[in-house]
């Protein structure tokens, strides 16, 4: 086959290969509502959204709120469920605090006891939208399972936790397991999340030690999207869900999301209207799985030990105890060597030519990285206050070839001085190396290197006592790159955005260096033609509107009145164009607590509002230990659901209560927002009583402040702005805060 031909058939391959993933990636049609009363029926479960839940945002502290609370609490007692409303005051680590209301359903016929396992879910929204994905699918969701096994007899009882304060810390799940009367039976979780409203869901952490619960999972689960990767990558996030709380807690669990349609998250677009029935299917068919999978198994007999796994084309689940990836790594690469010393004999490869093709697998990552980093830097520029592009297709193909460009090129390099199969057995050596230093820094990604890198070593090995031929031989390894690399180079964008693009440009060059010795001959032609294309498609991305109606910029507005200094104050964080016009945004500090890269933001003057400041009283008692104890009540006239109180002094908090509740201990990354010397604590709540424990001398400054959701009538003009920009606003959405300035 000429040189041209091979390359065809390769990217013909590659090409084949992706839209087998993006096939198996998709989502089917809702189940309909007269589907058999065992099977899940997305279209049952959206009816139970809109019976259920309300088309606007229904935050802890709001009377919409409470109506959601009622209204799931009525559905799962019309499904003979008994229902316990957990009321609870809970803080989390950040010293967020809040008065909740949780749901705790049980099948009368399952005694409380044992070890159960729970479905959980949380019904408050965030201020800023409704919530309809993000969690109102989660808890429709946990009421249609709870509708198809309400009959089933099972070994294990199901517990469905529908929590109460996930958007402001993750309070519920803090309040229920710090409850042991009520909590002690979890054993295992089953969280159902959404980081968007539409997408593939994934199955995409778990907890620690979980080599017991990853067979269960391989065997049971349908359609599995998920891999070792995703824990290991979640795990250095600052990202948390309530299944967070039940990891400290030393409970197991597994956690599902869907996240396409990121813009829409935590906005007005999270609302009825984006609700993609096909991501409730496939979540609410991949969870109905799992309940009965762990209801039919032994809860007892979790025991320590991590796994490495992966799915295969969302056909099937691939894995292995964590320990052994250094020994498959071991095999790998003495498959190889037995490779490298035939060929050596038989004259068609030297030392030095692995070698070189060893150094042009690095050399393709660097470069792969390099390019991807600059691809991702040049598109940002044009577009800073967009989080994920309305069409990101141009850009991600761009990352694609520059990956693909950074493999061939090098490869045809090194192949001027060494034959296919050097480079092919330094490509698999090198594979085999990375996985090995992989395994031991992170055992959850080295399946991405170890599958690759054992495919070509046997690879390499047969092709000294069969005739396997060299297309025969790049083809079988490329559909072992494409396995563990395509997945994330096809959603990889909805879950980082434009920081995916340098993973994904790697990931293309580890893939493409399969097939790359193969058609090193075409270097000179495709590599050149990869990069021409490659700047084609970035001129479109730049080209193509940063923005839609429905993948809108993120814009909240903040009120922020100094009740003592009788000043007030726009605050955003990045003006866009069209609210500088309406109002003299500049740079400015946003508060004296926020460390060095929270510190500034767009700010503008705004006329002073006839607001009433929070009510604040400030006792001192000191203690025969040396240290002294300030109580502060705190109160807003207004009745804003959101109080906060940040101090500064010279001496040491040495313990917070907050309504006689210990926040738990912060960790170093809830500290890391706070500038050196500060201390804050928020509370959801109209009122609340707060102890500091001092010791030292020194007076303390502090600052209190009550927040309101909406913004006074003299912000019409920038919210007319901010339409005309196209923008919404996002998470705590628009607030309308008053300060007041406090010594002790």
């Not at 032994?298 to 250094?326: E, I, Q, R, S, Y």
């Not at 001085?417 to 996985?435: C, I, Q, Y």
């Not at 990045?574 to 060095?596: H, K, S």
Request: aromatic share 6%; hydrophobic share 50%; charged share 15%.
């Amino acid at each position: 086959m000429t040189p041209r031909g091979r390359a065809l058939v390769s990217f013909l391959a590659l090409a084949a290969l992706t839209g087998l993933e993006t096939c198996r990636l998709g989502n089917p049609d809702p189940a309909p509502a007269d589907a058999p009363p065992e099977q899940f029926s997305a279209s049952r479960a959206i009816a139970t959204l809109h019976a259920v839940s309300i088309d606007e945002p229904h935050p802890v502290g709001t009377p919409a709120h409470d109506t959601v609370r009622d209204r799931i609490a009525a559905a799962l007692r019309a499904l003979d469920y008994t229902v316990d409303v957990q009321h609870t005051f809970a803080c989390n680590a950040a010293a967020v605090c809040g008065e909740l209301a949780n749901l705790i359903a049980r099948r009368p016929d399952q005694p409380a006891g044992g070890k159960a396992v729970v479905v959980a879910a949380h019904y408050d929204s965030v201020a800023a939208g409704p919530g309809a994905s993000d969690d109102g699918t989660g808890v429709a969701t946990a009421l249609e399972i709870a509708r198809a096994i309400r009959r089933e007899p099972l070994a294990d009882p199901v517990v469905f936790l529908i929590d109460d304060g996930e958007e402001e810390g993750l309070l519920g799940a803090v309040g229920f397991v710090a409850d042991a009367a009520r909590s002690a039976d979890a054993a295992l979780v089953i969280n159902l999340e959404a980081r968007g409203t539409s997408g593939t869901p994934y199955l995409f952490e778990t907890s620690r030690e979980q080599r017991w619960l990853v067979p269960i999972v391989a065997r049971a689960l349908p359609h599995p999207v998920t891999t070792s990767l995703f824990a290991a990558v979640y795990d250095q996030l600052p990202n948390n869900t309530d299944l967070t709380v039940f990891k400290r807690a030393g409970r197991a669990g597994i956690n599902f999301a869907y996240i396409g349609g990121g813009t829409q998250y935590h906005t007005p677009l999270d609302d009825f209207a984006h609700v993609d029935a096909g991501s409730v299917q496939r979540r609410g068919d991949q969870a109905l799985a799992m309940v009965r999978a762990f209801a039919a198994a032994d809860l007892g007999a979790a025991a320590p030990g991590d796994a490495v796994w992966f799915d295969v084309f969302a056909a099937f689940v691939v894995w292995w105890p964590a320990g052994w990836t250094v020994w498959i790594a071991a095999a790998a690469l003495a498959l190889l060597a037995i490779a490298v010393v035939r060929g050596m004999r038989a004259g068609r490869l030297t030392l030095r030519g692995v070698a070189l093709g060893a150094l042009s697998l690095l050399g393709a990552i660097g470069l792969a990285a390099a390019l991807g980093v600059a691809l991702a830097r040049l598109l940002g520029l044009r577009a800073p206050g967009a989080l994920f592009e309305p069409y990101p297709e141009p850009r991600i193909a761009a990352a694609w070839l520059v990956g693909i460009a950074a493999a061939i090129g090098l490869a045809g390099l090194v192949r001027r001085w060494a034959s296919f199969d050097a480079v092919f057995a330094g490509h698999a050596l090198m594979w085999n190396a990375l996985a090995v230093a992989v395994a031991l820094i992170a055992p959850g990604a080295s399946y991405v290197l170890v599958v690759p890198g054992l495919v070509m070593a046997a690879l390499a090995a047969a092709r000294t006592r069969w005739p396997v031929g060299e297309l025969a031989a790049s083809l079988g390894a490329l559909v072992g790159a494409a396995i563990v690399c395509l997945p994330f180079a096809l959603f990889g964008y909805e879950a980082l955005a434009d920081t995916s693009l340098p993973v994904t440009a790697v990931l293309l060059a580890l893939t493409a260096t399969s097939f790359a010795p193969l058609v090193s001959d075409t270097a000179r032609r495709v590599v050149p033609g990869c990069l021409v294309l490659a700047a084609a498609l970035g001129a479109v991305a730049v080209i193509v509107p940063p923005a839609s109606a429905s993948h809108p910029r993120h814009q909240p507005i903040r009120y922020v009145a100094d009740a003592g200094a009788g000043t007030a104050r726009w605050q955003v964080d990045d003006a866009l164009p069209e609210l500088r016009a309406a109002a003299a945004f500049e740079p400015g500090p946003v508060a004296p607590w926020l460390g060095p890269t929270n510190a500034v933001a767009s700010v503008a003057p705004a006329p002073v509002e006839p607001l009433t400041p929070p009510a604040t009283t400030a006792t001192i008692a000191p203690s025969a230990d040396g240290t002294r104890v300030v109580t502060l009540e705190l109160a807003s006239p207004r009745r804003a659901p959101r109080l906060g109180l940040w101090w500064h002094s010279d001496a040491e908090t040495v313990a917070v209560r907050i309504n006689g509740v210990t926040p738990l201990s912060r960790t170093a990354r809830q500290s890391r927002g706070l500038a050196p010397g500060w201390n804050r604590l928020i509370v959801y709540g109209a009122a609340a009583r707060i102890e500091i424990t001092q010791r030292g001398a020194g007076p303390t400054e502090a600052i209190v402040s009550d927040a309101s959701i909406g913004l006074p009538a003299s912000a019409a003009a920038l919210v007319r702005a901010r339409d005309a920009a196209g923008a919404v606003p996002v998470h705590d959405g628009d607030v309308t805060i008053v300060e007041r300035h406090l010594t002790w």
